[in-house]
């Protein structure tokens, strides 16, 4: 086998690691929004919504506006979670979405 296929496959398998763990990272590491703990375990839709627009307007480190910023963080919450919701909680969590749009003024 020559080096070069052998440094290609190498390569391969060391990149594949991180990629599979870039949520877990970003969860720890991102400045984005100070969430309050375990907001997205509330049982209320508005009250996810509440919460996620209270810390996106408070926040001083967002780079977008405050709507973008607080859907962000939801849609990283249910995308992160994947087949590991339960279908009620999906649905508590996409109602959150409506109710979020509702509490911005979005149509």
């Known amino acids: 086998m020559s080096a070069m296929a052998t440094r290609t496959r190498s390569a391969r398998v060391t990149r594949s690691t991180p ?5 877990a990272r970003v ?3 991102s400045n984005a929004l100070d969430l309050k ?10 009250a996810i919504a509440a919460s996620l627009k209270r810390s996106a307007e ?11 910023s607080a859907m962000s ?7 992160r979670a994947g087949r590991n919701l339960s279908p009620q909680r999906r649905r508590i969590l996409e109602r959150a979405k409506s ?4 509490q911005f003024r979005r149509a």
């Open 19 to 23: 990629k599979r763990r870039w949520s």
């Open 27 to 29: 969860t720890r590491t």
């Open 37 to 46: 703990q375990g907001v997205f375990k509330l049982r209320s839709a508005r």
């Open 58 to 68: 408070r926040s001083q480190r967002r780079k977008s506006s405050p709507f973008r």
């Open 73 to 79: 963080m939801l849609n990283f919450e249910i995308n």
């Open 99 to 102: 109710e979020l749009r509702k």
